[in-house]
Structures are given as C-alpha cells and as structure tokens.
C-alpha cells in the first residue's frame, strides 16, 4: 500500500529562484526538518542522474537514503526517487512549481511504500501523521527561509 503526503505554500519569491533553492540538496537542512545531512552532488541544482546520501530522522526513525533524481524539468518540476540505505523501504519526492505573478505556488508530494503489512498498520496508525506534520513544517520553514532570510 502506497502512503502519499501532499504539501503547497505560496513562496514570495520567483519561481527560478524557488527551483534553484529547492534542488540544490545542501539547501535541505536549512528548511527540512527531517534533513541531517547531505553528501554528494550538494552545491548545486541537481540534474537527471545525479544522486545525493541524505541522512535523516522521519517520525523519530533515523537513516541514511540515497537519492536520485529522475525527471528535470527546470523551473516547473523535478522528482527524485529514494531508496534506504540497508532497507527495502524508499520514496519518491515531486516538487511542481507554477509562477504566480512574481511568486511562486510550490508543491511538494511524497509517496512511499511500507515493506510489510505490520508497518503498513504502523504507517496508519502513527507514522503517516508525523510524516505529514514534519512535511508541512518543512515547507513554512521554507518560505522562512526564501522570503526573510531566516535560517532554521
């Protein structure tokens, strides 16, 4: 059973600016929650094939993944698919952003699956509310971030 988490804001900023914030995987700690680390292709925004080792704590659980990214379509949508390092789980993350006069709507859509039905009850019944409280504090970190200056 596939799990998705769904996330918007209105970003203050223009979209390209948005886009170049958003994939460029050494930016993710600044605003994601989640994010403790990344180490690979960080400097800038990543391209088809590129791949990134984040480490990360989602809903208390700690772990490294590694991600690709595997569509690029600059600056209106980018998705990377994740696999966990020394687990059968992964994800895939989308971000689609749409200018919005001088501004941007940005979108972001995780989905991912758990590896057997005992964690798919887990996901339910615990995980899936962290999972989304931690994403939607991870996009208002973001606006913070991008209109303000504010580091997290």
Sequence with gaps: MMTRIYTTIHIDKPVEQVFDFVTTS???PQWHPSSLGVHGATEHPMQVGEEVTED???AGRRG???WTVTDCD???RWVID???????SGGIITYTLTPADGATQFEREFVYAMPNALFSLLDRLYYR???EAESAEA?????AVLETGEHM
């Design 26 to 28: 050494g930016n993710w």
């Design 56 to 58: 990360f704590r989602v």
């Design 64 to 66: 490294s993944v590694v």
């Design 74 to 76: 600059p600056p209106r």
């Design 82 to 88: 994740g696999k966990v390092v020394g687990r059968s």
């Design 129 to 131: 509310r962290r999972v």
């Design 139 to 143: 996009l208002r970190r973001l606006k």
